[in-house]
């Protein structure tokens, strides 16, 4: 633990001596600890994502002579103080987790600049005590992550649009490239002493990852988040991908009315311990919205699924398979087995596919169902540019009569994500 002995301490540039007010341009703010206001965060966004990892801590906690202050964060950091005597000194700490702070006078506030070691990385507070009181009970992660998204995404474009640009039509069922599908996660879930592929997700921001309930469940019941491992960039589901990032699960959010039984309201979220760096190889997708709709000039809906799930062989693929499929009408779904689809829809999900063994397969739950959105209604033109947007989830399909795996065969059920963008919302905006 890093120690410094301090006197008066302003925030760098930010906070007038006497009177506490900004002299700076305009900062975000933002409160580190969900059970405190003692605590706060000003931001500056705008920058590039290589530079998003500092920003100004404000304590405002009067303490008295003789006070010690600790202060700790989830990843590596430099810590700079000013230091009040005739003149003003500023004074960096070295890089580590946590620091501690004495004070030899009486002081009504303490303000430092936190910066991350690691480019792209932001840190977090994790803890904040005075006098061995703590002050952050309840620490949030991410909260900065929407004002270094929206800065990210405009600099590799926006949400749901490729880096990497392959002229390739999908050819349904068979291999994308790299780079094809940056959004797609890949969820493990620990098995005794070994991590193993349970389903596939799509990445919505820096730290929340959308997937189907039954993925992350037990009869209802979630699994420990320590459980569940999510690799972002991945293409080769059996090998090592140089572009691929790996991530700790903080948090495992199921929606409150799921039923594991007829697998209703099958959509969950993956709350990432740390935040993702965005590059060519791990973007997030678009959710789709009502006004996105109105873009196309069809009522009909067809979108992409990606996946390793089973192939033909009744092996999970290697590398990262895709097919397109369009949404088919309730009806068209009672039509082909009226006793599965009567109990498996309702409506807040829908069916789509084909009967010509084009399907999602076991090991594709969670996975996305996506409809692209051309930036411009599109002219035959097969390059047009556009955005995907996620409209469902991979949810539940008919087994087959020989085997306890997917009947290619048979339509897909997907959990309709539109009907669920409020309860999404509510998360990505904390």
């Given at each position: 633990m890093?120690?410094?002995?301090?006197?008066?301490?302003?925030?760098?540039?930010?906070?007038?001596?006497?009177e506490h007010t900004l002299i700076v341009g305009p900062l975000l703010s933002a409160y580190p600890c969900a059970d405190t206001r003692e605590i706060l965060v000003l931001f500056e966004a705008g920058h590039e994502q290589k530079h998003n990892n500092k920003y100004y801590v404000y304590v405002k906690k009067t303490l008295s002579a003789q006070s010690v202050m600790r202060v700790a964060f989830d990843s590596m950091v430099n810590i700079t103080l000013t230091i009040h005597t005739d003149q003003y000194a500023r004074m960096t700490l070295g890089s580590g987790y946590a620091f501690k702070l004495y004070s030899y006078t009486p002081e009504g506030s303490i303000g430092f600049l936190v910066e991350g070691t690691e480019p792209g990385v932001t840190p977090y507070l994790t803890s904040c005590t005075v006098d061995d009181v703590e002050l952050c009970n309840n620490e949030r992660s991410g909260y900065l992550a929407e004002y270094a998204t929206r800065t990210e995404i405009k600099r590799l474009g926006q949400c749901g649009s490729r880096s990497i640009d392959h002229s390739e039509l999908i050819v349904n069922g068979a291999p994308s490239k790299p780079g094809d599908w940056p959004w797609h996660a890949a969820l493990y879930r620990l098995d005794g002493r070994n991590l193993k592929y349970i389903c596939g997700g799509t990445l919505i921001s820096k730290v929340l990852v959308l997937t189907a309930a039954h993925?992350?469940?037990?009869?209802?019941?979630?699994?420990?988040?320590?459980?569940?491992?999510?690799?972002?960039?991945?293409?080769?589901?059996?090998g090592d991908d140089k572009e691929s990032e790996e991530k700790q699960v903080q948090q495992v959010i199921v929606h409150e009315h799921y039923n594991y039984r007829h697998l209703f309201n099958d959509i969950a979220l993956l709350k990432l311990r740390t935040e993702v760096v965005y590059n060519d190889f791990i973007i997030p997708a678009c959710l789709l919205r009502p006004d996105d709709k109105s873009k196309l000039n069809t009522n009909l809906l067809t979108g992409t699924i990606v996946g390793w799930g089973f192939d033909s062989s009744d092996n999970l693929s290697n590398v990262l398979q895709q097919a397109t499929m369009p949404m088919v009408s309730e009806l068209t779904c009672m039509r082909s087995n009226g006793f599965f689809y009567g109990n498996a829809l309702n409506e807040n999900s829908f069916c789509a596919g084909y009967h010509n063994g084009t399907s999602a397969c076991n090991?594709?739950?969670?996975?996305?169902?996506?409809?692209?959105?051309?930036?411009?209604?599109p002219d035959n033109d097969?390059?047009?540019s556009g955005t995907y947007h996620v409209k469902g989830i991979v949810s539940n399909t008919l087994a087959r009569s020989d085997a306890p795996i997917c009947d290619p065969e048979e339509y897909v059920v997907f959990t309709d994500v539109e009907m669920f963008l409020d309860w999404i919302d509510q998360y990505l905006e904390q």
């Open positions: 890093k120690e410094i002995l301090f006197l008066s301490i302003l925030m760098v540039g930010v906070l007038c001596e006497d993925c992350v469940t037990y009869r209802g019941s979630k699994y420990p988040p320590e459980l569940f491992s999510v690799v972002l960039g991945k293409y080769t589901l059996y090991g594709d739950s969670g996975s996305a169902f996506q409809v692209f959105i051309p930036h411009d209604l097969k390059n047009v």
